[in-house]
């Protein structure tokens, strides 16, 4: 249950204190360079900016070119985290702003912005942790075969070894790769995200070539003398439609894609059954090993549970994603929830839930948690609805804690209203809203509430 009445609607603060956090817990939110930055012409193209002109991708038909006008408007945005009172800013690295076609050319310009954003934010007292790839691949990159090549990820370690050498000395904390299990099946498998491709399960290698990409990254930062590297994965409980044989394999199936498919290799050194036949690269032992490598910390999105069954009898369209027939499993709507502007049902105790099977499943091998992003869609300014998804969440995660899980972290998304992918404008996830006719920011009454709950732990 939500504790709706935990929450006063005047105020948008909680009557209830949240319980309390370890001291060193760290609080922190989210965004990404594509989704925030704007500037675009002071960058090379992505495969976001060639996706936003194909019609009809992009529901609202916009596109990111000045999205929050964040290049431009930082030190205002540095001041309301700061002002919010969170230790930490998870941010990205725009790949195509530092090397324009991916390789080769290092845009000093492009540099100099994280190198003022990061100055910027530990003059704040802020940690900054920069995600390295958050969807944005180099067009270039992209029309030489992007993810689906190898070198690729070699591009990539190249890119984050230039990124650790100029912003290394300041940079505490790392993350690699944002959501490889979003970018594979949205973007690659079904067509959905950038790049666009529809190649349904000959989008494997682009998985394997993004955990690559991650392992020869965190050697590369390494090698600058980077430390506390993540990376940050979406998961979900994965629920059976039902106790039939054929909706426990589907549902099986649809876990081992979300929950295991990335997991399993950087935790446990190894591909879930069946899939390094299916993948049939050569070298597979030594790149998982390089995949494997232990990583400080492992990062968690975490945004619902999903009801799986078996194909044939689930909608057509599910989260505004169109679900091909041909896949061998179909989600179900969970009904009796509340759910967001998204239509993303609200279940916060599957938090819990996710939480305890994670450290079930990996056990010792799994590091410390951070969850490195958590949030909703909702509209308005007075959003006392995403009070009580904060709220209902941060319980959950404590429960977890309390039961011995080992979150170290947690980080909202998102710090700002912003362009979200497919859907353009369309969803608002800021605890500050955004007018994008005259890029003002209005903290909305979840900013207030995060603001005090978290004074409140101090
Ligand atoms: C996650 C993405 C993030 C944002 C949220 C709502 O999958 O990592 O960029 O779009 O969903």
Redesign the pocket.
């Known amino acids: 249950m939500i504790p709706r009445m935990a929450v006063s609607a005047s105020t948008g603060t909680s009557s209830t204190a949240l319980p309390r956090f370890p001291g060193d817990f760290l609080w922190g939110v989210s965004t990404?360079a594509h989704?925030i930055e704007g500037a675009a012409e002071l960058r090379g193209r992505s495969v976001w900016d060639a996706f936003a002109t194909m019609p009809g991708r992009v529901k609202d038909g916009s596109t990111a070119d000045v999205a929050c006008d964040h290049y431009h408007r930082y030190r205002e945005d540095v001041a309301l985290i700061r002002d919010l009172g969170v230790g930490a800013y998870r941010f990205s690295v725009s790949w195509p702003r530092v090397q324009p076609t991916g390789a080769g050319q290092v845009s000093e310009r492009g540099l100099d912005f994280y190198d003022r954003l990061v100055d910027e934010l530990c003059a704040a007292g802020v940690r900054p942790v920069p995600t390295l790839f958050?969807w944005d691949t180099p067009l270039v990159l992209e029309e030489t075969g992007g993810w689906r090549r190898r070198d690729t990820a070699e591009r990539f370690a190249q890119y984050a070894a230039v990124v650790a050498e100029r912003i290394g000395d300041r940079v505490p904390t790392w993350i690699t790769l944002?959501?490889p299990a979003?970018h594979t099946l949205l973007g690659h498998a079904l067509g959905e995200h950038a790049p666009g491709h529809r190649l349904l399960f000959d989008a494997l290698p682009v998985a394997h070539h993004q955990l690559l990409g991650h392992g020869l990254a965190v050697q590369a930062l390494r090698a600058a003398g980077a430390g506390h590297i993540g990376i940050a994965n979406?998961h979900g409980p994965t629920w059976a439609a039902s106790d039939e044989p054929a909706d426990r394999e589907a549902a099986d199936f649809y876990d081992l894609l979300l929950n295991r498919l990335f997991a399993d290799p950087l935790l446990l050194g190894r591909y879930p059954d069946g899939i390094a036949e299916i993948l049939d690269t050569p070298g597979l032992d030594a790149d998982l090993k390089l995949i494997s490598a232990p990583l400080d910390w492992y990062g968690i999105?975490y945004?619902q549970p999903t009801l799986v069954g078996a194909p044939g009898a689930g909608p057509e369209e599910f989260s505004g994603v169109h679900i091909p027939p041909e896949l061998p499993f179909a989600p179900r709507e969970i009904e009796g929830r509340p759910r967001t502007d998204f239509g993303w049902p609200v279940v916060p105790e599957a938090f819990t839930e996710l939480l305890l099977d994670f450290r079930d499943r990996y056990a010792d091998r799994l590091p410390p948690l951070i969850v490195t992003?958590n949030?909703c869609s909702y509209e308005g300014i007075d959003d006392q609805r995403r009070i009580a998804f904060l709220d209902g969440h941060l319980r959950s995660l404590h429960r977890a804690l309390a039961a011995g899980v080992d979150v170290r972290g947690y980080f909202v998304?998102s710090l700002l209203d912003n362009f979200?992918?497919a859907e353009g404008y369309r969803q608002r996830?800021g605890l500050v809203h955004v007018d994008y006719a005259t890029l003002e920011r209005t903290p909305k009454a979840s900013y207030a509430w995060l603001r005090e709950a978290l004074r409140a732990q101090r």
Do not use: I, L, T
Request: glycine share 6%; hydrophobic share 20%.
């Open positions: 990404s989704q958050h944002n959501e979003e979406s999105n945004y992003e949030g998304w979200e992918w996830f």
